[in-house]
């Protein structure tokens, strides 16, 4: 632009500055926003994914009119724990204090390894019982109760550890009772059994979906208020795996919910019955107070001030005696629909097997270690201080026969040194200092990281027989998961990928695929006074060689179907863990289990015998349900590395039907054939549903926030300075 026009611009350039100018102040006020507020309110299906506690929402009384979260009055967990599954009965009490009759969706979180297959639902004195269905069909007949006035409820898989629940024309001032069933497999590792059940999520991230999410609320930030869905659309919306999977357009509100503080959580009790054949030395909860007590080797655990709110996740962890470590459990179950039939029953085993801890105590290889750490925003408060002591601690371990080099990611990632280097003291000490400059804030580009410490990797020729390790400490609040998997599958290499899980509520579910996935193990440590020893468990795995090559061989059971169908690389102080189905007459075989130590074969054999079994126990009528849970998995496993997707959607639906459990193809409805109200069609509009922020973290708002005095403070002067720019290019226009 020449000098002339500088000092005064021509007027279509006065007019496209002002409208920059103009445009830039409304995205700029639209990003200030909460995120729920930046998000269109008839998407719900992403609202839903903002949800991080048991929430209701509740549907307006008119058109036109907004939805709300209201919290349970309570929520009641108790959970029955035998051999290695565990089932919890979950009730959760609710009130509509609204004048009008209402349409509620309740939201809740659970373990990413269980499988909802119970519900049901009380309301007055009227109670319903679910049924599994196909997902679309569910909806359509569950949309059909809603037009006609019957009540109704719709339970669903929305991703691996969160669940909705639609209920259907509640009456006002009534009291609602929820109450639905779920099994998985308690944890075991190093000699001690543990469980966690979720009470809350960590938001998640998306690359780069800020700015493209504050684009689309400035374009639909007219039309959102008309644009309403209504309550006949259900059976034509909902979840689409892949889409929510692969693609990553999704906004940024999914995975930055408003939050909200501790004491407007839900009150929740909970309560726990463990019963198992082994006399225990302890029973503890590093997340909560609780009581115990105990006859023989049945244990009752409650905590010990009745009510807890939902910011943060409950765990428990129960020793055997010195001495009554299991090294080898077998349990099994035939079924009993097809038993009289005889040659189509089918049978089921749980296996774990410890392999003596003497096979681990040659002396360790040398390694090449890299430690990854993330310092996003989501990592504020406890969760980098945890970090930065978890990796001192490993640096602090390393041996002078290792190398190692240490990643930190953010929005950027940068490596502390271009390659590995030797262990030694004054390297150890820098590493060490710069580790305690770090700080969290930014997005959770984690991409960039995985491609830094993996895809790199020296030829194996040149690595003198090193194991090479890749340890990530990170909360793992990311929502491009899918994508995630794929890189880490393709660039792993001869590396292994451990993951340690950091906060109040990581995201549990990616962090434990990752591992799966990078032939590693997960570690999770919950607060700061359990990083040393959490810490110094795993790299106590890390520093002794491995069992590899793990295979089965089945002896008078004919083609068993097994999962894992490949036995993943065992560490010293794991199980093996696998489950298998076969079809045929009872019998007694023989299970040979071998594995490679240091070039050295390892063998054990154990007995497998379905004619003895009590199919009555509680431990067995649930072999059924894991065994198909570990195929199920398995399949959703393939999906993610975009396999037949129709092809493999129908077999999971088709096995979920027939073991009766919820999946993201199948649901849990519930009708109430008498109708309850007239008949008639509420307009459905959502907004964004307040949560509660995990327990110790500070961010107040999405990734890379500053907190919402200071995010508003610079948004006001953005916008001012925006205006004044504005100004600056009228005034000669007002002058000449």
């Given amino acids: 632009m020449n000098a002339k026009h500088r000092k005064n611009p021509p007027p279509y350039l006065r007019r496209s500055a002002f409208a920059v100018a103009t445009r830039l102040t409304l995205v700029a006020l639209i990003a200030c926003l909460p995120a729920g507020l930046q998000a269109t309110t008839n998407d719900f299906q992403h609202q839903l994914n903002q949800i991080e506690s048991g929430t209701l929402i509740i549907a307006p009384q008119t058109a036109g009119g907004n939805f709300h979260a209201q919290s349970p009055l309570s929520t009641d967990v108790s959970i ?32 990413d390894e269980s499988r909802v297959d119970r519900m049901e639902m009380r309301i007055g004195e009227r109670t319903i019982k679910g049924e599994i269905q196909g997902k679309q069909q569910a909806r359509q007949e569950y949309a059909k109760a809603l037009s006609e006035g019957k009540r109704a409820s719709l339970l669903e898989s929305q991703r691996a550890n969160l669940f909705t629940n639609r209920v259907a024309n509640i009456p006002p001032h009534e009291t609602i009772q929820i109450t639905f069933s779920y099994q998985w497999q308690v944890e075991y590792d190093d000699g001690v059994f543990g469980l966690r059940v979720p009470l809350t999520l960590t938001p998640r991230y998306l690359p780069g979906a800020r700015l493209a999410a ?17 309550s006949s659309d259900l059976s034509q919306t909902g979840f689409d795996y892949r889409n929510s999977m692969n693609q990553q357009t999704t906004a940024s509100s999914d995975i930055s919910p408003p939050m909200t503080e501790t004491r407007n959580a839900t009150p929740t009790s909970i309560l726990v019955s463990i019963d198992t054949a082994m006399p225990l030395e302890s029973v503890t909860s590093r997340s909560h107070a609780i009581h115990t007590d105990q006859t023989n080797t049945h244990w009752r655990v ?75 925003g989501s990592m504020q408060g406890n969760s980098i201080r945890q970090a930065r002591a978890a990796l001192e601690f490993g640096i602090e371990r390393l041996s002078a026969s290792d190398t190692f080099n240490v990643i930190e990611f953010n929005s950027i990632t940068r490596a502390l040194f271009n390659k590995a280097r030797s262990a030694t003291e004054a390297d150890k000490a820098k590493a060490t200092k710069w580790v305690r400059s770090l700080r969290a804030d930014g997005g959770t580009e984690m991409a960039a990281a995985v491609d830094a410490s993996l895809g790199n990797q020296p030829p194996l020729t040149d690595t003198s027989n090193r194991l090479r390790q890749v340890v990530f400490i990170t909360d793992g609040s990311v929502g491009n998961e899918a994508e995630l998997f794929l890189q880490i599958k393709n660039t792993l290499g001869y590396s292994r990928l451990f993951t340690v899980g950091i906060g109040s509520a990581p ?13 590693g193990a997960y570690t999770y440590i919950a607060k700061q006074d359990q990083v040393q020893e959490q810490m110094r468990l795993l790299l106590q795995k890390l520093e002794k060689p491995v069992l590899t090559e793990i295979t089965l061989q089945w002896d008078g059971i004919n083609n068993p179907e097994v999962y894992p169908s490949v036995i993943p690389d065992l560490y010293a102080g794991e199980p093996l863990l696998f489950d298998a189905r076969w079809q045929g007459k009872p019998v007694s075989g023989t299970l040979s289990i071998q594995g490679r130590h240091n070039g050295h074969m390892w063998s054990n054999q154990l007995q497998i015998d379905t004619k003895s079994t009590d199919a009555e126990s509680s431990q067995s009528t649930s072999l059924e349900k894991q065994w198909a849970h570990r195929k199920i998995e398995a399949m959703e496993n393939s999906l993610l590395f975009n396999e037949d997707q129709q092809s493999i959607e129908q077999q999971i639906t088709d096995l979920a ?39 110790g973290n500070t961010m107040l708002l999405p990734q890379g926030s500053l907190g919402i005095g200071i995010r508003l403070l610079l948004s006001a002067l953005f916008a001012v300075l925006a205006i004044l720019f504005g100004l600056s290019t009228l005034r000669p226009v007002q002058t000449a």
């Fill in 80 to 111: 029955e724990v035998s051999g290695l599954l565990a089932r919890a009965h979950v009730k959760q009490t609710f009130s509509n204090s609204n004048d009008y009759w209402i349409e509620a969706t309740y939201a809740f979180p659970l373990p």
């Fill in 214 to 230: 504050a684009e689309r609320a400035t374009h639909e930030l007219e039309t959102a208020l008309s644009d309403e869905p209504t």
């Fill in 302 to 376: 409650s905590l010990a001030n009745a009510m807890v709110p939902t910011d943060r996740d409950f765990t428990l962890t129960w020793s055997p005696l010195l001495g009554h470590s299991p090294l080898a459990a077998v349990f099994t179950q035939s079924s009993t629909m097809e038993k009289s039939a005889g040659i189509n029953a089918e049978h089921f085993a749980s296996v774990m097997v410890m392999p003596p801890q003497d096979l681990f105590q040659s002396a360790p290889l040398p390694r090449e270690v890299v430690f990854v750490i993330d310092t996003s």
């Fill in 507 to 519: 995201n549990t579910w990616f962090m434990r695929r990752a591992a799966e996935t990078g032939r």
């Fill in 657 to 695: 039907l027939h073991y009766s459990m919820v999946t993201r193809y199948t649901s849990l409805v519930a009708i109430d054939q008498q109708v309850a109200r007239e008949p008639g069609t509420n307009t459905l509009k959502r907004t964004a549903v307040p949560s509660a922020m995990p327990h």
